[in-house]
């Protein structure tokens, strides 16, 4: 099982549990207090939809714990000021790496907390997480062409441009080095 929460300097990244979908899907009233955060005024930001939570439920449920960590994420700002303890954003990888050591990764920043590098810590925390593990090799994402956003945040944290996916989506990748653990 792999580690289901990863700091950076100002965000705490939760892996999603059954329980959190759970009542992101069907109990939206509890979902804030399950996270011990409040949620921005245009939750959930444009990116996974309602089919990509489901799905992301669908597999916790089939794969217990070894699927934990291995799908969706949230993005917490900690408390800073007069400022409490936010969700500001979303990721996750599209499932456990295949046998080469590839995983496929997405995010989304709510609209309030863009432009101020959460987007960039986001994904770099999730970077660190995946050679933590020891099993991701390289990282994918296919990001919208028109979200200029998104591409500076894949450039800033490693990625690179490679090509087009099979349906026609940008294709980025980076090497991921696993960590080495101490002995």
């Known amino acids: 099982m792999i580690p289901l929460i990863t700091q950076t300097p100002r965000l705490t990244i939760l892996a999603a549990s059954r329980a959190l979908l759970t009542a992101e899907l069907h109990k939206p009233q509890y979902f804030p207090v399950l996270l011990g955060a409040a ?6 930001p444009a ?17 217990g714990r070894h699927a934990a960590g291995w799908y969706g ?36 920043i709510a609209a309030d907390w863009r432009r101020q590098g959460l987007g960039t810590e986001l994904v770099a925390g999730l970077v660190a997480h995946a050679a933590d593990t020891g099993l991701v090799r390289r990282l ?34 980076r090497a991921v080095e696993p960590a080495v653990v101490a002995a």
Do not use: Q
């Open 73 to 108: 994420w949230y993005a917490l700002r900690k408390a800073e000021g007069d400022t409490p303890r936010t969700l500001v954003g979303s990721a996750g990888f599209m499932g456990p790496p295949d046998a080469a050591g590839t995983a496929e990764i997405d995010f989304a």
């Open 140 to 173: 994918v994402a296919h990001p919208a062409a028109d979200n200029p956003g998104a591409l500076e945040v894949l450039r800033r944290t490693g990625f690179e441009p490679a090509g087009t996916a099979d349906d026609g989506r940008l294709r980025f990748e």
């Open 39 to 44: 949620l921005p005024t245009d939750w959930p």
């Open 47 to 63: 990116g996974p939809d309602r089919a990509a939570l489901e799905l992301s439920l669908e597999k916790l449920t089939e794969g």
